[in-house]
């Protein structure tokens, strides 16, 4: 059974058809779908999803809304209560001007020392600012005492190796449907089948030939038979590796 490591089921259109998308989910295999916070608004909405038995909660302050003030006690509650399986999603976009890279750069520390407190895996996102998260992920208080994931991977082998020397996973998405997209292509068929999940990123990125929009968990199957054609192996190796890649990096059961 497949897991979509990263779906926004909170954001439109999909929430407005939830019982809809969690049933053909299902009929493609999904057994369990991550579900990650973006502002601290949606923490409450990621809450109530993860009452559905195939949701599962990931809550954080992602680095696009880091000038919101991060009350990490509310947080630290609501992880626990919730039961969530990661802190995220959170990270580092020095594409964006503001919120400003220190703010970002703060933010992004006090989430990864409540991860490491709770001993739970972070979900990272990243632009333009590679290095930066690598050296503080390569710090003494965080190297080894936090892992996760790199989220929408579509960057080369090199990158990739790097995080995987910090003991993170790499989650590939849409990219690996495209032929253009060499790197990331070209990453996901090179690195470790044992450092790989699978992700949507609902409704926010797409995959060749449907839309952002139009993206749901149910397309994560094609995601694993794209990277299955890279590797030259069958779908079914993929699926069972990555979905207990999942598995153990989030700690979660699956029930439908």
Request: overall charge neutral.
């Amino acid at each position: 059974m497949l897991i979509d490591t990263h779906c926004h089921l909170f954001m439109k259109p999909l929430c407005g058809d939830i019982d809809g998308v969690l049933k053909r989910a299902a009929a493609k295999g999904i057994s369990a779908i991550i579900v990650p916070a973006v502002e601290t608004g949606s923490w409450k909405k990621v809450a109530e999803l993860s009452e559905y038995p195939v949701v599962y909660s990931a809550l954080g302050l992602h680095p696009w809304c880091a000038d919101e003030r991060l009350d990490t006690g509310m947080l630290e509650k609501l992880l626990i209560k919730t039961g969530s399986v990661a802190v995220g999603e959170i990270g580092l976009d020095f594409k964006v001007e503001n919120p400003d890279r220190i703010t970002q750069i703060t933010v992004f520390r006090t989430q990864l020392d409540l991860a490491a407190e709770l001993g739970l895996p972070v979900i990272l996102h990243c632009r333009g600012a590679f290095d930066e998260m690598l050296s503080i992920l390569s710090e003494k208080k965080y190297n080894g005492k936090v892992t996760g994931v790199v989220h929408a991977f579509t960057r080369g082998i090199q990158l990739a190796e790097r995080f995987l020397e910090l003991g993170f996973f790499l989650a590939f998405g849409g990219a690996v449907t495209r032929p253009r997209a060499k790197r990331a292509r070209s990453s996901a068929a090179a690195i470790p089948l044992r450092k790989i999940v699978l992700e949507t990123d609902s409704p926010s990125i797409g995959m060749d030939g449907i839309y952002p929009e139009r993206m749901e968990p149910a397309h994560v199957a094609r995601i694993g038979e794209s990277l299955a054609l890279l590797r030259g192996i069958s779908s079914d190796e993929v699926t069972f590796e990555t979905s207990r890649n999942a598995r153990e990096l989030f700690n979660i059961r699956e029930g439908w």
